[in-house]
């Protein structure tokens, strides 16, 4: 644009210096003309110098505001710490400064020299923007194409060192061609802080893990003892009876059958226990009402032992795609903290009640107690890591905030609480 400008303005002053020959040349022929025409010619040529000056200053006024206006997107340009490209699709324009600093460069000759475009140094890795995308696809096709996904690249710095830029364009029309300016910006320290990040949640699931595991380990052994008593008692009565040879067909089958019927709930347990704590990486179809079911195999008998009832009130049986051994454990958690507080709280006639229901869009699981509810000054703490009630009882103050993160992050769901009437209702919501 700007050079058109100076183009307009060089033809402006040429025209400006042939009206000044013709006057000069029609004063020096002027006693040869009429009068009414060296009037007319007079008008005309200075008509003509007016215009051709008008011209010149409103020309060099816009060459001006041009000049400053180019200057200072110049300087936003090069100022901006993301390295922009700009590109007609085939080739590189022009680059900023930030792009040449971090490539220790002087100018984009220089990095010509060596690249034919900036996608020959893009690295390899999944989910990052390569040079060639498809047979179809190169890099910026793919990004034109998709303009609402985030694109990430990786790229090697001066001193090999692999840094994450986030990728974005904008099309824009010059000098009668489709231009292409991208920009790249540097999220390194973001994308590792979110790795350490994502460590850390995976190590403080496995100590909310660990910690279920031995919970787990405790209710199995309760649950263990009356079966393992009947077994005791039945295979000595076998013994016994055989010693007084007292021991007829059918008794021995009746008792062998008790037996029986007493490994297969152990070996039952078992099979749930290991189950449970199973890590499945694919998502299963699972209703509320199967995931709690396989919850209360392992934990019911213990909680009904403190004389807690359990009331189940299913109102839907719809099956979504979720990871169910996730969720069992966030189950376990909740409904181990509502038996805790219950204990705690000393309360007569205690209940525990799992309620499910279907919404327009999502199912519902909620697990409430009559155990009093969460202060308030609390109840907007507890999610967060470490943030325990049960220091004094050997609380890690983790099992809420893992429950939130395996609920919101893994199975792209809600956990919420709320106090009513009677105690905490905590809601585990999930897409239908």
């Known amino acids: 644009m700007l ?26 022929f002027r006693s ?17 110098m007016l215009l051709l000056l008008f011209l010149n200053v409103f020309v060099n006024y816009v060459i001006q505001t041009n000049t400053l206006h180019q200057t200072k997107i110049n300087n936003i340009f090069n ?11 085939k080739k590189l324009v022009d680059v900023n400064r930030s792009f040449l600093d ?26 990052y923007l390569q040079k060639k995308v498809s047979e179809e696809e190169n890099w910026l096709d793919h990004l034109l194409n998709n303009p609402e996904t985030t694109h990430k690249v990786k790229m090697l710095d001066i001193n090999d060192i692999v840094n994450i ?9 010059q000098d009668n061609e489709i231009k292409y300016i991208v920009s790249f910006e540097n999220i390194t320290a973001l994308e590792n802080e979110l790795s350490s990040s994502r460590k850390k949640d995976k190590q403080l699931l496995e100590q909310s893990r660990f910690a279920q595991m031995g919970e787990m380990i ?6 263990w003892r009356q079966p393992l008593a009947a077994i005791s008692s039945a295979s000595g009565a076998i013994t016994l009876k055989a010693k007084r040879d007292r ?31 199973k890590t499945n990486k694919e998502k299963k179809k699972a209703s509320f009402q199967e995931i709690v079911s396989c919850v209360l195999n392992i934990v019911e008998e213990t909680i009904i032992s403190q004389n807690i009832t359990i009331i189940k009130d299913f109102h839907t049986d719809l099956e979504v795609e979720t990871f169910p051994n996730e969720i069992k454990q966030v189950i376990l958690n ?26 327009e869009e999502h199912v519902h699981l909620e697990i409430s107690d009559n155990g009093g509810g969460i202060p308030k000054e609390i109840i907007g703490n507890i999610f967060d890591p470490y943030f325990s009630t049960k220091m004094q009882k050997d609380g890690t103050g983790l099992g809420l905030y893992m429950s939130k993160t395996i609920i919101q992050e893994h199975c792209d769901g809600q956990l919420k609480v709320r106090n009513s009437e009677d105690g905490a209702v905590f809601s585990i919501i999930l897409k239908k």
């Open 247 to 277: 021991l007829d067909k059918e008794l021995a089958i009746e008792l062998s059958g008790k037996i029986s019927n007493y490994s297969q709930h152990l070996s039952s347990t078992i099979n749930d226990f290991r189950e449970f704590f």
């Open 32 to 48: 040869e003309l009429k009068g009414e025409m060296t009037i007319s010619i007079t008008l005309v040529l200075f008509s003509l």
């Open 102 to 127: 971090f490539f220790h460069l002087q100018s984009m000759e220089a990095f010509l020299e060596d690249y034919a475009c900036i996608c020959d140094k893009f690295l390899a890795g999944e989910g």
């Open 79 to 89: 100022n901006i710490t993301a390295f922009l490209v700009i590109t007609n699709g």
């Open 3 to 28: 050079e058109k400008q100076l183009i307009r303005l060089k033809y402006i002053n040429l025209l400006f210096l042939l009206t000044i020959a013709l006057g000069i040349l029609f004063f020096e």
């Open 334 to 359: 909740l409904l181990k903290n509502a038996e805790d507080v219950l204990l705690e709280n000393s309360v007569k006639d205690s209940f525990i009640k799992i309620y499910t229901y279907v919404s």
């Open 165 to 173: 830029f986030q990728v974005n364009f904008q099309e824009y029309y």
């Open 218 to 223: 405790s209710m199995i052994a309760h649950q």
